[in-house]
């Protein structure tokens, strides 16, 4: 049974930085692409970080760029995000994702597999 456990998430000020985490279990990790998104209350849900399955290809959204990094820990069998000067509009619940495809995606139908979700709410 694959399970995707994200962590991390709290209330932050703005301008302030969290990291989140996401621990994986019943799947061959280091064989998976991995993918952060984020869900805003009424908004769907959008991509925020890729990571390749060996670790050196990264992918960001425009809107987080240079602000958060995604990494990956084979041996632990764990995905980051590290926020950086968070602002209110990052507000939302945030989601890793596994994919078994080969190629980068953003988007949420190529991902096979989903965490609960971590809440992450900044404030002005």
């Known amino acids: 049974q694959v399970q995707l456990v994200e962590s991390g998430g709290r209330l932050v000020q703005a301008g302030g930085s969290l990291r989140l985490s996401c621990a994986a279990s019943?799947?061959?990790?280091?064989?998976?692409?991995m993918g952060w998104f984020r869900q805003a209350p009424g908004k769907e849900r959008e991509f925020v970080a890729f990571?390749?399955?060996?670790?050196?290809?990264?992918y960001y959204a425009d809107s987080v760029k240079g602000r958060f990094t995604i990494s990956r820990d084979n041996a632990k069998k764990m995905v980051y995000l590290q926020m950086n000067s968070l602002q209110p509009e990052d507000t939302a619940v945030y989601y890793c994702?596994?994919?078994?495809?080969?190629?980068?995606?953003?988007?949420?139908?190529?991902?096979?597999?989903w965490g609960q979700g971590t809440q992450v709410t900044v404030s002005s």
């Open positions: 994702a596994a994919r078994s495809g080969p190629y980068r995606s953003i988007l949420p139908r190529d991902y096979n597999y």
């Open positions: 019943g799947l061959t990790f280091s064989t998976y692409n």
């Open positions: 990571i390749s399955w060996s670790g050196p290809s990264t």
